[in-house]
Structures are given as structure tokens and as C-alpha cells.
């Protein structure tokens, strides 16, 4: 039965199944390696260190407090000096002190419910190397929606206060100013102080995202509402758009009624009042306009700058190159799809620098370009056995360790030697070397290729031992057999396990030459076939034809000097 003699391939060397991962489970495995990047760049993040915690706390504080302010004085002036009404008195100093208290204490309220909401963000971020909760993931990514909420019941209990309280208690209560003041105050001013909270809120965040998903993996989290791009442009145009719109029909609308019946003088009285109310929404509305355009604006553009950064840096070669990911809607998606295949290309240049290590450069380029059919075909090659000699004694007689640390020197001396003249390394067995000159990348000069990487083994045996002697560790001898001749070369095993392996006669001869080197004392043997095929220049000396196992003739057999 011919020997079938294998090169390794990287596949289930642990005897395990290899095959494909689960969606699921590959991006768990690419967050797993790509967890160590990602801890880099929320390391460069502000406030990595630490010093961003109450920094970050008084952010949100100043953005949802002076939202609310803001909001509040532009509607304390509308509804008691632009838009008065007949039966509105001016507001005096108790409604003043009494309006600073309640905002006082609405203030108070909104900070006390997103301080809790911030206290596990903050108690991790003071301990970045302690594990991260999925809840406290989950609260990192709904941040941007609870201080908003926050906001809202804080405005709705505003239209209640000043809407219903205040006037009940300073006896001005009537049903039609009531459900006025609650729908401007808790939905118009209310809606859009919201919505300008959560934007800017959503833009703080995002510095302090990455050190709660190092790995980038801000879809893994459940029970996080996906605000998609087309909603959020949405949204913003309505609140920009459609609501001052509506606010400015209602009140032109209402302005024209109280018209129908009305003297010259009250008239003219609230044409002047509808001019002024129609100045000071399209003002308010515009500020507002740009102020949510350009949040909403910056809530796309910034991503989409930070994944073109990072292809980019891929684009020039950086594999290491991540994109932050900072949100959950399709950029987000897009970034987090970046990075798992750059995540997959350095996979990709690692498989392919694993794999030089077995096979030259040119012999692993042409494999990985598909130009190398590895399913099986026949092919003409050399093959070339190496084996020591003397080693079993040597073996007994030395601690495993210095056996196996000289057997690693040898092996690399050798196949440097191999490698340099684009010869393959099928396997080590013991002591034994078995290499291929001509496949899998077929060449016509294979036979002069072997042959000059014998004699390369024997100059690099040679300066092996001369540091071994000089170190007082003893030398080592080998013999090496060379044969040409047709051969099948293919990946052969089992689906868990493949190795490139020949297949032939000509695989048996070989080593069988090997073998003869004990009998003529001699260090380098050719055939007789692989003779024929070399150059005029190679210094070989005719032996005596001998008869070897599996063989019915004599083979012809030259010893290379």
C-alpha cells in the first residue's frame, strides 16, 4: 500500500468541529477579539479616566435645566405679555416668587430622578475594570430617552401648575384658560423642550458610550427603542414645520373669530395683537428650527464622519482601524457591520501570515488567490526525505526538554533552507522531514530546486553543528533521499480534519533512497529519474544500482557531492 504523506492544515487541530459558527456566535467571537481595540478607543474617549463622571452628571444637569428655564421664560412671557387676553391681569410679585418656586422645585425633582438614573452609569464608570451589567449597558443606551421623559412629566406637571394650581389660587381659574395654558405649556412647550433635551442629551452620551460597549456591540442589548434615521428627520421636521405652522393657523384663526362683531377700535386693537403674536411665534419657532436642525444634523453627520474615518484608515492599510459605534439606528448598524469584516480582514491577513509560515510567500499568494487547485490532481514533483541519524540513542540518553528544543532548532535550520528554494514542508514526523518541490504551484524546474536545497541543508547542518560543538553539545548527522515523478496532491482526511498530502510510488521511492544512505555511508542521494533532469553543473557520482522494498528492479541511485 503506497504512504500518504500529509502537510498539516490549520483546521480542528484540537479535534474539534469546524463548522460554521452561528450569526450569533460569530459576533459574539468578533466582539470577543475585538473587545481589546474597542477598550482602546474608550480609553481615548473623554473622560476615560474617571474625571468625566460628575463633569458628565452636571451636563446632562445644565442641558435639561436650562432647556427648561429657557422654555419656561419664553412661555411665561407669552401667556402673561404677548398673548394676554381681555380677562388676563398682569402678573404680580406673588405669582413671580410663587412661579421661582415651583420651577425651584420641579428642577429639584427632574435632577433627583436622573441623578438615580445615572447612579449605576457613574458607580461603573468610577470602576471601569469591573464587569459591565447588562442593565447598566441597557440604562447607558436608553440615557438620551429617560432624562427626556423626565423633561416631559416635568413640563405636564408645569401646564398643571401654573395652568390650574396658580390660577385657582389667586381666584382667575375659568375652564378655557385652564385647557389653554395646559396646551401651550405641556404640548407645545413641552414637546419641543423634549425633543431638544433628548438631542443634545443623546449627543453628551455618546462620548461615554464606548466605555460601556468596548466592544462596539450596541445591538446586542435588548429592550433599547431603534429611533431610526427616517423617524428622527421626521419628527424634527413636524416639530420645525408642521407645529409652528399649525400654531400660527390657530392663531390667526381664533384672532378673525373674535374679529366677527367687533367695534372699529377693538378690531384694529386685535389686528395689532395678531401681528405681534405672529412676529413672536415665527421668531421662537425659527430659533428653534435651526436649533433642532442643526442637533438633529449632528446627530447623522458625526457617525457617518467617524465610520469614513475609519475606512479611511483601512483604506491605508490600518486593520486596527474601528469605528466607534454610538447609536443604534442604521449608521449605527453600518458601523457595527464595519467592523466586524475589518475584524474579518484581520482574520483574513492573520490566516494569511499563519499560513506563510508552512509555505513560501509566492507558493501561499498563489494559493490564496485561487490560482492552486487543492480538491486533488496529479502532478510532476520532486520529493525529498530527510532523516537523522543516530537519534534514538541520543533521544534516551537526553532530558526531553534539550531533545525538544534541538529537534525545534534543526527543523527550522532545515526548512529555512527548504523554503528558500520553493520547497513545502508536508510534515515532521520524529526526525524525519518529508518536502515537495512542484506543488502545489507546479514548476518545471523542480528537480534543480530539491537538489540545491540539499545542498543548502548540508552547508546550514554544518554551521548547526559547528555552534552545537562549540557549546559542548554534540553534533548531528541525516541523510536525504531525492525522487522525481507523477504523484496525486490534494487535501485528503476527514470533513474535521484536511491535510495536503501526495499519494504515489514515487512518495515510497523517495523515502526508501533515504533509507540507502546508511548503507553507502553517504549524507545526499539522487535517482536515477530526478539525475536525468538536472543540470550538467551538479557534481554527482554513479553508485551501484540496488534493489529496495516494493520494488521488482534495481533503482539507480547518485550520490551528490
Known sequence: MDRVYTHRS???????????????????????????????????????????????????????????????????????????????????????????????????????????????LLRHRVDPASPIDERVRQRALLLPYAIAL??????????????????????????????????GTSVIAGVLATAFVFLAVEHQSRRMLPRYFPAGDLSSVPGVPRLGVRTRLLGVFLLVGALPVSLLGLIAYTRTTAMRGASPDEAARLIHDLVFLVLFVAAVGLAMSVVLSLHVARSVAEPLREVERAMDGVAGGDLDARALVVSTDEIGAVAEGFNRMVQGLREREQIKETFGRY???????????????????TLDVTILFSDLRDFTPWVEATPAADVVQAL???????????RSHHGLVLQFIGDEIEAVFGAPVATSDHPTMAVRAALEMRRRLAAWNDRRRAAGQPIFRHGIGIHSGNVLAGNIGSPERLAYSLVGDPVNLASRIQSLNKDFGSDILVSGTTRKRLAADVDLMALPAVRVKGKSTEVEVWRLR
Open 10 to 120: 490549520g483546521r480542528s487541530e484540537s479535534g474539534q468541529s469546524s463548522r460554521r459558527p452561528t450569526r450569533r456566535a460569530q459576533w459574539a467571537r468578533d466582539g470577543d477579539n475585538a473587545a481589546m481595540d474597542g477598550r482602546h478607543a474608550a480609553a481615548a474617549a473623554p473622560g476615560s479616566d474617571g474625571s468625566g463622571d460628575d463633569a458628565g452628571r452636571r451636563q446632562h444637569s445644565v442641558v435639561s435645566l436650562g432647556a427648561s428655564l429657557l422654555g419656561a421664560i419664553v412661555t411665561f412671557l407669552y401667556f402673561r405679555y404677548v398673548d394676554v387676553g381681555t380677562s388676563s391681569p398682569r402678573p404680580g410679585p406673588g405669582e413671580l416668587i410663587f412661579s421661582g418656586v415651583a420651577f425651584a422645585l420641579l428642577g429639584a425633582i427632574g435632577l433627583s430622578l436622573s441623578n438615580r438614573w445615572l447612579r449605576p
Open 150 to 183: 423626565v423633561t416631559f412629566i416635568g413640563w405636564a406637571m408645569a401646564g398643571i401648575i401654573w395652568g390650574i394650581l396658580w390660577p385657582l389660587m389667586a381666584g382667575t381659574f375659568t375652564v378655557e384658560r385652564a385647557l389653554r395654558s395646559l396646551f
Open 359 to 377: 509555505v513560501s510567500r509566492e507558493i501561499r499568494d498563489e494559493i490564496l488567490a485561487g490560482r492552486v487547485a487543492l480538491g486533488g490532481q
Open 408 to 418: 525545534n532548532s534543526y527543523f527550522s535550520e532545515m526548512e529555512a533552507a527548504i
